[in-house]
């Protein structure tokens, strides 16, 4: 154990004596030589085409959102968090079974105005009646505090009409 440590100091006492250890090969630093540039060739040998992006040329096809509106919406309510707030709308489909349901912003004109749509996909079969409790389907979406700048009315739309809660 004497002789190890004895022998590490003078090794360590011998490398801090040599003033080209920053241009030695002992330094791990310039074991790699700077970055160049390379371009990229086929098994052909031809040079390769690099895309700057995975996305199509003529781009993505829009997104069209066919899910029918909520046929009424019940209820409107805003909660304060930490973040802005949380709009949390509430909607009576007629039959159990609706699921994926979604607040979809809409772009408006109005100054100061939010619109939702209140989107939900219908069930492939006919489900059960259900009781009126069991039809109520509740959404929530978050805002940011740059969000609710200058919005004094909140809107979510459904099929039979609209409901709306002001500031």
Do not use: H
């Not at 920053?22 to 790699?32: A, E, G, H």
Request: aromatic share 6%.
């Amino acid at each position: 154990m004497r002789r190890q440590v004895l022998l590490c100091g003078l090794v360590v006492l011998g490398l801090s004596g040599c003033a080209s250890i920053s241009s030695s090969n002992l330094n791990p630093l310039n074991w790699f030589g700077k970055s160049e540039a390379v371009t990229a060739t086929t098994a052909d040998g031809q040079t390769a085409v690099v895309l700057k992006s995975l996305a199509p040329r003529k781009g993505y096809p829009a997104f069209v959102d066919t899910r029918p509106l909520v046929p009424s919406v019940a209820d409107i309510t805003i909660a304060r968090s930490t973040s802005g707030a949380i709009v949390t709308a509430t909607g009576v489909v007629p039959t159990l079974g609706y699921y994926d349901a979604q607040l979809v912003p809409v772009a408006n004109e109005a100054q100061g105005t939010l619109t939702y749509d209140f989107r939900i996909s219908a069930p492939e079969t006919a489900p059960a009646l259900g009781t009126a409790q069991q039809r109520r389907i509740t959404v929530a979406y978050s805002l940011t505090f740059p969000q609710l700048e200058g919005v004094t009315r909140i809107v979510v739309r459904g099929a039979d009409g609209s409901r709306q809660t002001r500031r």
